[in-house]
């Protein structure tokens, strides 16, 4: 059963990050689509900033990655440990970024002198999503082989 959980944390980081991506890019997307309907120009920044909750899946494949290759009793509860708290953290951070995006394509799609500063909330939300990598990336080290 142990090594069960290990297989499951092992995987977990790059499912709920690419969980987590999916629903911030649909978030964002839909705004992107509704400014899109009302301004004449400027669709490709509505697009990126839709697509910026997508890094979580990066950043969950290289935490899979990091993690030991080889599944056994003495490491299984530490990798189900690390990829289910790292994985979280990914999922709800890219949620909350697409959420963040999609008030930034509202706001600059009414006020576009405000389209830069109308992205400092999700890039704060995105140094979230990094600090849990790094040091998911750390505590990876330290789980016995």
Do not use: D, H
Not at 29 to 56: I, K, L, T
Not at 95 to 111: D, E, F, H, L, R
């Amino acid at each position: 059963m142990e090594v069960v959980l290990g297989w499951i944390g092992l995987y977990a980081p790059l499912a709920l990050g690419a969980i987590g991506s999916m629903i911030g890019c649909l978030r964002g997307g839909m705004a992107a689509c509704g400014a899109m309907m009302e301004v004449e120009s400027g669709y490709g920044r509505y697009v990126g900033v839709a697509a910026m909750p997508s890094s979580q899946t990066i950043y969950g494949i290289v935490v899979t990655m990091a993690l030991p290759a080889v599944i056994s009793a003495a490491n299984s509860p530490g990798i189900f440990a690390l990829g289910i708290l790292s994985g979280m953290a990914l999922l709800v951070s890219a949620y909350a970024q697409g959420v963040a995006c999609a008030s930034a394509i509202n706001a600059s799609k009414n006020k576009p002198e405000v389209f830069g500063i109308s992205l400092a909330p999700a890039a704060l939300i995105e140094g979230f999503a990094v600090f849990a990598f790094v040091f998911a990336l750390v505590l990876a080290g330290r789980l016995p082989e």
